[in-house]
């Protein structure tokens, strides 16, 4: 039950920002004015690195990388202790594997969220 809203969860916050992204900063003059100000800081830098670009897409990852990265790693975390632990013990290790691989394909739930909001494949 705890995957399903790790994997939904994170793919609405890429969906609710890119959708975000996109009504705020739709022209590209108001992108283009968010990332002079965002690259002026080195606060910024230290946390986001440098943009990639001012297209919806660079700006959408810019905005968004370092939160979901975040919550991808404790998603991930908190699936591998919990259903490795027990099977770590009883030497169960292609359980293990299998995990992590599921846990690989919910952090690509991610970029579902992003193409469902209309950001382009590449890039």
């Not at 606060?43 to 001012?54: E, I, K, N, S």
């Not at 810019?62 to 975390?77: D, I, P």
């Not at 908190?78 to 013990?89: A, G, P, W």
């Not at 690989?104 to 909001?117: E, H, K, M, P, S």
């Amino acid at each position: 039950m705890l995957l399903p809203v790790w994997i939904f969860g994170i793919a609405f916050l890429g969906l609710v920002t890119a959708g975000a992204v996109s009504s705020q900063f739709g022209e590209e003059t108001e992108r283009t004015a968010i990332i002079a100000v965002v690259t002026a800081s080195p606060d910024f830098l230290f946390v986001r690195v440098m943009p990639d670009g001012t297209s919806i897409g660079a700006v959408v990852f810019f905005q968004s990388h370092a939160f979901t990265a975040v919550l991808a790693g404790l998603m991930r975390t908190f699936l591998v202790i919990h259903h490795t632990h027990t099977d770590e013990e009883l030497g169960r290790a292609e359980l293990i594997g299998s995990t992590l691989l599921l846990g690989t394909a919910a952090i690509l739930a991610v970029a579902v969220g992003f193409v469902a909001a209309g950001l382009p494949m590449v890039g």
